[in-house]
C-alpha cells in the first residue's frame, strides 16, 4: 500500500474541490442548516464510493465498451444539476420561522442518485482504477481504497456544508443572500456544462 499517501492526496482533492455536489451541499446548508445536510452528506459520499468501488472492479471498463451509455449518463447528470441549479437561483432567503418542508428540499436518496450521474464522480472513479488499482488482489485493493476515499470524502463536504453554514450567518439582507444563491446557480451549471462541453 505504498500508493496509499499519493491516494489519500488524490482523494482529498477531488473532494474538496468545487463540483456540482458540494456546490449543492454549501447551498442546502445555507438554507436548512447543518443538521439536515448531514444525511445528504453521508449518503453522497457513500454513493461516490460505491461508484468508485464499482469501477475498480469491472464497471469502468465495461462503461468503455459503451461510448453512447456514457454519453446518456452525462447529459442527464447535466440536465438535472441544470434544474438543481434553476432551484437554487429560485430559493428564498432563510426564513426565522420554524423549518417545514418546502419544494427545495434535496433528499439523501436525490445526493446519493446525484453522485451516480455526476460526471465528475465517474471521472474520478476511473481514474482510481487505472491509477491506484495496481495489480494483485484487485478486489482486496479496491475495498481498502474505497474506505479511504469515504474516510475523506466526508470531512470534506461537511466544510462546504460548514461554509454555506458560516455564509448564510454572514448575509444580514434577502438581497445579500439572493446575490449568494445567484452566484452559487452560476457556478453549478458552468461546472456541470463544463462536463460535456470540454
Known amino acids: 500500500m505504498e500508493s496509499l499517501l499519493p491516494f489519500l492526496l488524490f ?19 445555507s438554507r436548512r442548516g447543518l443538521t439536515a445536510t448531514l444525511p445528504i452528506i453521508f449518503f453522497a459520499c457513500l454513493a461516490a464510493t460505491l461508484v468508485v468501488l464499482a469501477v475498480g472492479l469491472g464497471l469502468g471498463e465495461t462503461l468503455l465498451q459503451f461510448p453512447r451509455v456514457q454519453q446518456l449518463m452525462a447529459w442527464a447528470g447535466v440536465l438535472w444539476l441544470s434544474w438543481l441549479a434553476w432551484q437554487i437561483f429560485r430559493s428564498a432567503p432563510p426564513s426565522l420561522e420554524p423549518q417545514t418542508a418546502r419544494d427545495d428540499e434535496l433528499s439523501a436518496f436525490g445526493a446519493a ?16 482504477a487505472s491509477v491506484f488499482a495496481g495489480s494483485g488482489d484487485k478486489t482486496l485493493r479496491m475495498l481498502v481504497l474505497s474506505l ?11 466544510l462546504w456544508a460548514l461554509l454555506g453554514v458560516g455564509s448564510a450567518r454572514a448575509l444580514s439582507s434577502p438581497q445579500a443572500f439572493k446575490r449568494m444563491n445567484t452566484g452559487l446557480a452560476v457556478l453549478l451549471l458552468v461546472s456541470a456544462w463544463l462536463t460535456v462541453l470540454v
Do not use: D, E, R
Not at 11 to 29: D, H, Q
Not at 148 to 158: D, E, G, R, S
Open 113 to 128: 442518485l446525484l453522485q451516480v450521474i455526476n460526471p465528475k464522480v465517474w471521472m474520478m472513479a476511473i481514474a482510481v
Open 11 to 29: 482523494s482529498f482533492v477531488a473532494s474538496i474541490t468545487p463540483g456540482p455536489t458540494n456546490i449543492l451541499v454549501m447551498s442546502y446548508s
Open 148 to 158: 479511504a476515499f469515504l474516510l475523506v470524502c466526508l470531512p470534506c463536504m461537511t
